[in-house]
């Protein structure tokens, strides 16, 4: 397996229980869009942090979720079998993009 990782930011300016309500969301939007194929789980480990898991049948992996004073951050760690034609650069890359597009739309 490989191993991809992330890290993506966005900034914010909503009260804190406006932003966890968006991280939430934002969660959502992953479970059923970029990883629909491996259950999602979530759960807040402290009022700033939220903690996720995913494993499917190609790849398993986590990472948090961090909303700090005007930005919020996502990093991702993730061990997936790619194809033979995929570097795990353009995985990164893709995980990347998908990432921030989900947090462009909610914050």
Partial sequence: MDRIRASVEQPHAFPEDEARRRLEAVCESLRT?????????????DPATLRFD???EKGEGGGTARLEQGRVRI????????????TV???EMR??????KALRDRF
Avoid: H, I, N, Q
């Fill in 33 to 45: 869009g970029m990883l629909k194929s491996y259950p999602l789980t979530w759960k807040w480990v």
């Fill in 54 to 56: 995913f494993k499917g």
């Fill in 75 to 86: 990093d991702l760690d993730a061990r997936y079998t790619l194809p033979w034609y995929a």
């Fill in 89 to 91: 650069g353009l995985a």
């Fill in 95 to 100: 995980v990347r993009d998908e990432l921030a």
